[in-house]
């Protein structure tokens, strides 16, 4: 196996055993114990597992054994994982408000799946996609550089017209407006060929927006870099920053709490992170409909979690899928901007 492909199943292992630190071991068939008392917590044992801590009361001390556990952590998740993601994928307002309810045990945890599919996400991306060089910069081929030249000749003759009109005293009102329109165009040309976009003075009154533009402009390399090298980091901001996004979709309502939302949120994210794995795996084969996928099953997704999560009409659930797609826009923007500010961008 190259580099890159040990690199892959390094990260996919990492987030299996992340989650799996988060995710608890719940019914594993060990053998008797080893002494009278657990090892971990030093209650009495009454059986093959500690009744205070949880802890299994066989502890393997082998190289097998630590492999075994590898192995169950990446690709078990305690069996839970082959009853968790068809729900997810097709019932997912079921899981979700199953979870809520109270039938834990049968499931992963969101937070356990969430971490798990975000690993697997970036492995996946990084190693098909590849990564960005830092000092790479943006060049833009093909007709920019003669259109540019078009346009600098097309200034010129107007520049020449409008001087004759000058001279005989006529109005110039409607050249200038097509100066400055061109003007405006070969200054956006010059910027892509450059690889730096064109100077926006106030941008907005939001000082940290202003901050992500004017690194965006200045060095648009670099913030993609940033962005693809930073973004795992603190994909666990996905979750505090959607949350009360969609609270606000049922503000002040007493059938659902904080915690709803919150499992909510994070198996969709959960979600999304996986068909983001599938769709990167689908593209790099070839196959068709990709762009496709990527536009319908979001919404068409958000759109069943809802409905059977929070048990809304039809209507109900359209009309807020639509505010959650502006929502995620939203999240997504936010994210962005913190990347660059923890950054330093």
């Known amino acids: 196996m190259d580099s890159d492909g040990g690199e892959i199943v390094g990260d996919i292992a990492q987030g299996a055993l992340i989650a799996r630190a988060v995710e608890p071991d719940h019914g594993r068939a060990d053998g008797p114990a080893h002494g009278s008392a657990c090892l ?8 093959s597992h500690c009744h205070a801590c949880g802890q299994a009361a066989h502890v393997h001390r082998t190289l097998g054994a630590f492999f075994h556990d ?24 079921r899981l979700t408000r199953e979870y809520i309810d109270g039938r834990r045990a049968s499931y992963v945890s969101p937070i356990a799946l ?14 098909v996609a590849g990564g960005l060089d830092p000092n790479e910069a943006l060049q833009v081929d093909g007709d920019v550089p003669v259109a540019i030249s078009q ?21 110039t009102a409607g050249l200038d407006e097509e100066l400055a329109k061109n003007r405006q165009a070969l200054e956006l040309l010059r910027g892509i060929k450059d690889g730096t976009p064109p100077e926006f003075e106030n941008a907005s009154d939001i000082p940290a927006l202003d901050q992500a533009i004017k690194a965006m ?26 949350v009360p996004f ?9 059938r659902f709490y904080l915690y709803d939302h919150t499992v909510f949120v994070t198996y969709s994210l959960s979600f999304m ?13 070839g196959a068709p409909l990709v762009v496709m996928a990527a536009l319908l099953l979001p919404p ?31 999240v997504l923007m936010l994210f962005a901007m913190l990347i660059l500010a923890q950054s330093g961008g």
């Open 300 to 330: 068409w997704h958000m759109y069943r979690q809802l409905r059977g999560t929070y048990g809304l009409s039809r209507f109900g659930a359209i009309w807020r899928t639509w505010a959650m797609l502006f929502i995620a826009t939203t």
């Open 217 to 242: 402009r200045d060095n648009p390399g670099l913030v993609t870099f940033q962005l693809q090298t930073n973004a795992y980091k603190y994909s666990w901001a996905l979750i505090p920053i959607s």
């Open 246 to 254: 969609v609270w606000l979709l049922f503000p002040f309502s007493r």
């Open 151 to 171: 346009l600098e000749g097309t200034l010129r003759q107007q520049e020449t017209r409008r001087a004759e009109l000058v001279r005989q005293g006529r109005s």
């Open 273 to 285: 992170s996986l068909l983001a794995v599938v769709l990167t795996l689908a593209n790099a084969a």
């Open 40 to 47: 971990n917590c030093g209650t009495a044992l009454l059986g």
């Open 114 to 127: 969430f971490l798990f599919s975000v690993f697997l996400m970036f492995a996946v991306v990084k190693q």
């Open 70 to 93: 590898l192995m169950h952590g990446v690709f078990h998740f305690e069996g839970k994982i082959w009853r968790t993601l068809p729900l997810l994928a097709w019932n997912p307002g």
